[in-house]
């Protein structure tokens, strides 16, 4: 989803201007300097005999299927001080 430099979070504290330096989103930066396809969403199913993937996007009703070369798994992670 996006990229934040966690060591400058608390001049941002201060300073709330500051936080556009210290982040940015991810989706542009994949697409425009690696040409992938970033896909934000959760994947349903993964078969790796036909190199495909059920993708449901986040902001979307449906699934859909999408075919790869090479697929990379992020899991992500939550730092979120109020969710157990």
């Not at 005999?49 to 798994?73: L, Q, R, S």
Request: negative net charge; glycine residues 8%; proline residues 7%.
């Amino acid at each position: 989803e996006y990229f934040e430099y966690t060591p400058g979070v608390l001049r941002a504290y201060v300073k709330p201007c500051h936080l556009d330096a210290l982040t940015f989103t991810l989706q542009p930066v994949l697409e425009r300097s690696m040409g992938v396809k970033f896909i934000w969403g959760e994947v349903r199913k993964l078969d790796a005999e036909a190199k495909t993937a059920t993708v449901k996007p986040i902001f979307a009703e449906g699934t859909e299927e999408v075919g790869f070369d090479y697929c990379i798994i992020c899991s992500g992670c939550n730092f979120g001080p109020f969710k157990p």
